[in-house]
T-cell receptor, first 113, second 114 residues
Framework: EAQVTQNPRYLITVTGKKLTVTCSQN?????MSWYRQDPGLGLRQIYY???????DKGDVPEGYKVSRKEKRNFPLILESPSPNQTSLYFC????????????FGPGTRLTVL | AQTVTQSQPEMSVQEAETVTLSCTYD???????LFWYKQPPSRQMILVIR??????QNATENRFSVNFQKAAKSFSLKISDSQLGDTAMYFC???????????FGEGTQLTVNP
């Protein structure tokens, strides 16, 4: 089944404890991105990647890191999480950028205490 | 920078009726793509419909259609014969052909009442 998977789906952590949210797609998509969703703000892009080893900042990259060593994986790293990073996170992928449909993962609910 | 505005945080409609969700955007680009995504209570994001700005004809997907007014920078979504399963948060999104990023609006929570 074609899909984007994210793990974990739920995570409660404490300030400063490094964490990684994994994202994987099995559709051979070139474009991948991370979004955070907050009430009243919609989805805001954190980072995106147009292909392996090519990543760039989105609208809200502060406090986050990403890497794209393989085409299928695009992990999101929070080196020192803070409470303002409590949010719902989505990974998405598409064949390429532009008019192509974005396929979203199921979301990761992160709470930073 | 592009901005997308959805001025209706919440809307409700009776089953089988028609509802229109508004979206406006601000851009200096001449060519771009526009999308509507829905997010039901399951949280899964699903593409509803999309439109290429250079195409004059409004996109249609079954009960979903758009009213694209390029000069007014408006991209509204019309849902006909509303069904209970249409209850969801709806997001309008914008992608300039010159760029590599998708910008979303704030979302409109639509509730379909029986």
């Amino acid at each position: 089944e074609a899909q984007v998977t994210q793990n974990p789906r739920y995570l409660i952590t404490v300030t400063g404890k490094k964490l990684t949210v994994t994202c994987s797609q099995n559709m051979n998509h070139e474009y991948m991105s991370w979004y955070r969703q907050d009430p009243g703000l919609g989805l805001r892009q954190i980072y995106y990647s147009m292909n392996v080893e090519v990543t760039d900042k989105g609208d809200v990259p502060e406090g986050y890191k990403v890497s794209r060593k393989e085409k299928r994986n695009f992990p999101l790293i929070l080196e020192s999480p803070s409470p303002n990073q409590t949010s719902l996170y989505f990974c998405a992928s598409s064949l390429r950028e532009g008019f192509n449909e974005q396929f979203f993962g199921p979301g990761t609910r992160l709470t930073v205490l | 920078a592009q901005t997308v505005t959805q001025s209706q945080p919440e809307m409700s409609v009776q089953e089988a009726e028609t509802v229109t969700l508004s979206c406006t955007y601000d851009t200096s680009e001449s060519n771009y793509y526009l999308f509507w995504y829905k997010q039901p209570p399951s949280r899964q994001m699903i593409l509803v419909i999309r439109q290429e700005a250079y195409k004059q004809q409004n996109a249609t997907e079954n009960r979903f259609s758009v009213n694209f007014q390029k000069a007014a920078k408006s991209f509204s979504l019309k849902i006909s014969d509303s069904q209970l399963g249409d209850t969801a948060m709806y997001f309008c999104a914008f992608w300039p052909t010159s760029g590599s990023r998708l910008t979303f609006g704030e979302g409109t929570q639509l509730t379909v009442n029986p």
